[in-house]
């Protein structure tokens, strides 16, 4: 267990190495949150006090929060270098260490998140600061407790997920198209660009049936207390079968991939 | 004869391109996939947008689509001629390349602008165009050829201020050498060129209009065919600033070409 340590400390610093990288990362990022908070705040201007439930406080603070669940859960560039390692031979290595490539990959990923947060906190809170009118705390202990546990799994499931589908670099070239795909998909369906609600009830029941409201759209909304009683244990309950699905599938995809494997070079 | 020169070469940089992407038709087509499917989001988010509201300010459904397509459009032509290349500029400082390319007999900034040629993007900005006419349509606007000129005209401008100002925050590259961070912030600049300028006041507004003016990028078209446009302010004001901007954005690529020390030996 030890090794996975120093593999999060050596992990921690070279991505503070970027710290710069990181912070003007952050920073751009605000331009487009900010746009939309503007973007809804015109839409409430122009009359209605309620829009799919959420009053204008509300509908800012769901993109506030989303920004935050994004810096705590998204997978940066894990999947990149993955792919990136099967492609180049760097794998060989972990197929004669004793170590595991995917809890590797997993305390890299979670040293990532580690320095991102630390880099992202402060201009974040300032961002969140500006806008504390907004904020509210979260709808009950149990919700705070419920969004906890949710946040580590919406983590698992996007690396998890990214994992697998990182995997295809066993069999393909170039897999850049794939993963912006997923994006898309996630970004869309997930509850990025806009609270899942607000979409027509087929599509939710249709959504409701997939891993997506699962990588951000679900936490979010325990937070708000839009998500209680039996839902929400069900939910999470789903969630969690989510991630053990995801994490079935990394395996297989790397078991499949690892008798394709042919390395070249020393 | 300068300029049939220039020609010449750019046919053949076509050619190249060309047979580069015709090598990878797998990738080739599913760019475009990934392309169009971030359109289709945009224009989902318009359409979950106008379940909830009438209007967005002045704008109502169609309008806003019609601005999504015209941002759509102006980014894939500028993504067509220019994007790759001026990602690949900081490649090129940090690798020692643009020994080779200072070498040749052309203009510098031509050949580093100008290389690659993105095909797909070519299908992309056909996407946004369709969507525009739909858009125009349901509008029921019938503009004059010489609104349609003008519309033209203008997102040629909007190209121009989307290459002069990309371009210079590439040319960062030539002190931090690694600039693609700062490249890759300029997409997130893309997210606003797709809002209506009215959801916006005070120092964002006048930032995004004025200092980085990718607001007016395809605000500006759009009112000109939407008949939307209030004053011609706002049409000398874009055309004023894409002057501008590339005047600024020459003077700047010289001023960090002479700060250019090759990476090799």
Redesign the interface.
């Given at each position: 267990m030890r090794k996975y340590l120093y593999v999060i400390n050596i992990g921690i610093q070279s991505n503070l190495t970027y710290r710069f990288n990181y912070l003007a990362r952050t920073l751009f990022s605000f331009i487009p949150l900010f746009a939309m908070v503007s973007l809804w705040r015109t839409v409430y201007a122009g009359g209605g006090q309620e829009h799919s439930g959420y009053d204008q406080a509300q509908i800012i603070f769901y993109y506030l929060l989303v920004a935050v669940v994004d810096v705590l859960t998204a997978v940066n560039e894990d999947d990149w270098q993955i792919a990136a390692d099967i492609r180049e031979g760097n794998i060989s290595q972990f197929l004669l260490k004793p170590v595991d490539y995917l809890t590797y990959r997993l305390c890299l990923f979670v040293s990532g998140r580690l320095a991102y947060v630390a880099m992202a906190a402060l201009p974040l809170a300032l961002f969140i600061f500006c806008f504390r009118s907004n904020v509210a705390p979260p709808a009950s202990t149990e919700a705070m407790l419920a969004f906890l546990i949710s946040l580590v799994l919406t983590a698992l499931l996007q690396f998890f997920t990214s994992y697998a589908m990182a995997m295809l670099a066993f069999w393909l070239l170039e897999i850049s198209t794939f993963i912006f795909i997923l994006f898309a998909f996630e970004y869309l369906a997930s509850g990025h660009l806009f609270p899942l609600d607000m979409l027509p009830p087929t599509l939710q029941h249709i959504l409701a049936f997939t891993p997506f409201p699962y990588q951000m759209y679900f936490p979010v909304s325990i937070y708000l207390g839009r998500m209680t009683g039996p839902a929400l244990a069900g939910g999470l309950l789903i969630q969690l079968a989510w991630v053990a699905a995801a994490y079935l599938l990394a395996r297989f995809m790397w078991h499949r991939g690892i008798k394709k494997y042919a390395a070249f070079g020393g | 004869m300068n300029l049939k020169r220039y020609l010449l070469l750019y046919v053949a940089l076509w050619k190249n391109s060309v047979t580069r992407e015709m090598s990878?038709k797998g990738?080739f087509l599913?760019?475009i996939?990934?392309e169009l499917?971030?359109f289709g989001?945009q224009l989902?988010?318009v359409g979950?947008?106008f379940?909830?509201?009438?209007?967005?300010?002045t704008w109502n459904q169609w309008q806003m689509v019609m601005l999504v397509g015209a941002s759509n459009f102006i980014q894939q032509v500028y993504q067509a001629f220019f994007l790759t290349n001026c990602t690949n500029l900081s490649e090129l400082i940090r690798t020692g390349k643009m020994d080779f390319l200072l070498l040749l007999p052309v203009n510098t900034r031509f050949i580093v602008s100008l290389r690659q040629v993105d095909l797909g993007a070519f299908i992309n900005a056909l996407f946004g165009l369709c969507v525009m006419i739909y858009a125009a349509a349901k509008l029921q606007l019938h503009p004059g050829l010489l609104t349609v000129l003008g519309f033209g005209c203008l997102c040629f401008v909007g190209v121009l201020i989307h290459y002069s100002l990309m371009f210079m925050l590439a040319a960062i590259g030539f002190w931090t050498v690694?600039a693609q961070?700062?490249v890759?912030?300029y997409y997130?600049?893309f997210?606003?060129a797709r809002?209506?300028d009215?959801?916006?006041?005070g120092v964002?507004k006048a930032m995004f209009t004025f200092a980085l003016p990718v607001l007016l990028v395809s605000n500006v078209p759009v009112c000109l065919l939407a008949d939307k446009l209030v004053s011609p302010a706002a049409l000398l004001s874009l055309l004023a600033l894409g002057l501008v901007w590339a005047a600024i954005s020459e003077w700047f690529w010289r001023f960090s070409l002479r700060h250019y020390t090759s990476a090799s030996s």
């Open positions: - | 990878f990738n599913l760019w996939v990934v499917l971030w989001l989902s988010f979950v947008l379940r909830q509201t009438q209007v967005v300010g690694r961070g700062i890759w912030g997130n600049l997210n606003i809002m209506p009215e959801a916006f006041h964002f």
